[in-house]
């Protein structure tokens, strides 16, 4: 039981490059998000999926589009990269609808945008 | 909008001291309340989950409260060790039809042996 996993661990690319970050998680959760954290601003919200099929902006979409590939796949995607996108992005996951469920992180993804 | 401050910014004691940390909330009309440690370079790690019915969670050395009408919630960590040393987020969960985690800047703790 992986939990919850990111590929890549480290990226670097140059302003305009686009790339897809992975997600993929093995506790049969519905719901799924993308974060990205930087100093001083903590945690904030991109996107996330309730449900396999849906999607939604967070806090600090643009710039970012998302793919809910399958219940167990959820994808973030920079199409044209600009500094200001160098971040750590984590992925996590949680039993969808109400009740006591935790959200549960990946590793997270380091970016570098130059 | 719903704000999440951690209260101190940093941290540092001797080992074995007990300590608490800080979280205050804007908005009393959350869902539940989560706890998370995060170590340099790493992922987060869950802690402890409140839900808004309660008032405590206990886990091991760790005692998280809540009091949603003050708006805060405090993680007590007792007997403090070395490999506590961390940065201890909070979030909260917004009570909306779909449960957005709003996250504090946490409190970055050092205990020193």
């Known amino acids: 039981n992986a939990g919850v996993t990111q590929t890549p661990k480290f990226q670097v690319l140059k302003t305009g490059q686009s790339m897809t970050l992975q997600c993929a998680q093995d506790?049969?959760?519905?719901?799924m998000y993308w974060y990205r954290q930087d100093p001083g601003m903590g945690l904030r919200l991109i996107y996330y999926?309730?449900?396999?099929?849906?999607?939604d902006k967070g806090e600090v979409p643009n710039g970012y589009n998302v793919s809910r590939l399958n219940k167990r796949e959820f994808s973030l995607r920079l199409e044209s990269a600009a500094p200001s996108q160098t971040s750590v992005y984590f992925c996590?996951?949680?039993?969808?609808?109400?009740?006591?469920?935790?959200?549960?992180f990946g590793p997270g993804t380091r970016l570098t945008v130059t | 909008k719903q704000e999440v401050t951690q209260i101190p910014a940093a941290l540092s004691v001797p080992e074995g001291e007990n300590l608490v940390l800080n979280c205050s909330f804007t908005?009393?009309?959350?869902?539940?309340l989560q706890w998370f440690r995060q170590d340099p370079g790493k992922g987060l790690t869950s802690l402890l989950l409140i839900q808004s019915s309660q008032r405590e969670q206990t886990s091991g050395r760790l005692n998280a409260s809540l009091d949603k009408s003050s708006g805060r919630s405090t993680l007590y960590i007792a007997a403090s060790q070395p490999g506590d040393s961390a940065t201890y987020l909070c979030a909260v969960y917004l009570n909306t039809g779909f449960q957005k985690l709003v996250f504090g800047t946490g409190t970055r703790l050092l205990v020193s042996p």
């Open positions: 996590a996951s949680k039993e969808g609808g109400s009740g006591a469920y935790e959200q549960y």
């Open positions: 908005d009393s009309a959350i869902y539940n």
């Open positions: 999926s309730a449900s396999e099929g849906t999607t």
């Open positions: 506790m049969n959760h519905n719901s």
